[in-house]
């Protein structure tokens, strides 16, 4: 399983993005599909996480601002992020998983007037 990861950039506190990710190869139901994050000198976290019957979970920091979705029939999963702050600045990481845990390559958000 592939997961490739689209959306990340520079945008002013306040603004908004939108990350998708898309997974493909030896698809076999996709179970969990989230967002994992990391910023320089910090663990990697999770940041929202959905389920394949569309549970959500969040984490502290990013509720109220930050949207997970996910379309199951083209293997996506989005994250839509509003209010964005200085310290949501990190490199967002794709996951997936079903028998396995997969990663994306990560995209870079940065977050900065």
């Known amino acids: 399983v592939q997961l490739q990861a689209f959306g990340g950039g520079l945008v002013q506190p306040g603004g908004s993005l939108r990350l998708s990710c898309v997974a493909s190869?030896?698809?076999?139901?996709?179970?969990?599909m989230g967002w994992y994050r990391q910023a320089p000198g910090n663990q990697r976290e999770a940041v929202a996480v959905v389920s394949s019957g569309g549970s959500t979970n969040y984490a502290d920091s990013v509720k109220g601002r930050f949207t997970i979705s996910r379309h199951n029939a083209l293997n996506t999963v989005y994250l839509q992020m509003n209010s964005l702050k200085p310290e949501d600045t990190a490199v967002y990481y794709c996951y997936a998983n079903n028998f396995d845990e997969y990663w994306g390559q990560g995209t870079l958000v940065t977050v900065s007037s």
């Open positions: 190869g030896n698809i076999f139901r996709l179970n969990v």
